[in-house]
């Protein structure tokens, strides 16, 4: 296990709200009003199909794999010196559509995940393609991987295998089942030894949907550090490395936990 004692505090900002239905430049300007309102954060954290919400016109509403969510990002990252990160509608170079997250650095560089767990309940998985991989960042020495809405319900594919300090989810996850959302987020919090963030939005979306937030971030006992509720903005917190540290090594599970590969 790594030395986590000397990892600096990572600041995070959630942006809890809702959404325009297809309408990118809506949300752009929209997302950029709020994001006024971020105070020096590492890490800024957007919904799941932040610039259209979750949509199953991937035909329609996909661009191209740097197209203008990703130069938007990108942008912002420059202008707030911070992490920017969100999934979108994307066709990837092979033609296929992709729900896909974007992890957007001050620095110009652009990385992804691609969502793994396509909802079927939504027809999800027949119109996208789903990812084939996990993925790990690394921001400020904290490893981070990213994880998108449906995900959440697959505890295999959350486990952590790397030496994972924070596990990020985006989402839209409808009012309906809330319930699900506020249980599963402490248990993989527990289950992993690390802190969860996970972003949802608010309103109602073009399909009649309810959407009631609930964004937060939880810390390795699955102990709620913020809770954004059905609120509507901007919502930051500070992880603290040590205090993960300190846990691990108190309370080191991850030793007796089983080994095994992903088909």
């Given amino acids: 296990m790594r030395d986590l004692s000397n990892l600096p505090p ?28 971020v105070q020096k954060a ?27 969510a990703a130069q938007w990002l990108l942008a912002q990252a420059r202008r707030l010196q911070a992490v920017m990160t969100g999934s979108v509608i994307v066709r990837a170079a092979d033609g296929s559509h992709r729900n896909r ?30 990812g084939e991989r996990q993925v790990t960042f690394e921001l400020n020495g904290w490893r981070i991987r990213p994880l998108i809405c ?30 699900h959302w506020n249980r599963l987020l402490p248990a993989r919090a527990i289950e992993n030894l690390c802190y969860v963030a996970a972003v949802n939005r ?16 939880l810390d390795f006992q699955g102990e709620c550090l913020l809770n954004a509720d059905e609120g509507d903005g901007v919502f930051q917190v500070t992880l603290e490395g040590g205090a993960l540290a300190e846990y691990r090594s108190r309370f080191p599970a991850y030793l007796d936990a089983d080994t095994f590969q992903i088909q």
């Fill in 150 to 179: 449906y995900d959440l319900r697959f505890p295999v594919w959350s486990r952590d295998g790397r030496d994972t300090d924070l596990l990020l989810y985006t989402a839209n996850w409808p009012g309906a089942r809330r319930l």
């Fill in 42 to 68: 590492d890490l800024v954290v957007l919904p799941e199909m932040f610039t259209t919400g979750f949509s199953m016109d991937s035909a329609g509403q996909a661009e191209p794999e740097q197209g203008p």
């Fill in 101 to 130: 997250l974007l992890w957007a650095r001050p620095d110009g560089e652009l990385l992804h995940y691609d969502k793994r767990h396509l909802f079927r309940m939504a027809g999800e998985h027949e119109h996208y393609t789903p």
């Fill in 10 to 37: 990572l600041n995070i900002a959630l942006v809890q709200t809702r959404l325009a239905w297809h309408d990118r430049q809506s949300n752009f300007a929209h997302f950029e009003a709020l994001l006024d309102q």
């Fill in 202 to 217: 608010v309103g109602t979306d073009g399909k009649g949907l309810a959407y009631t937030g609930d964004s937060q971030v």
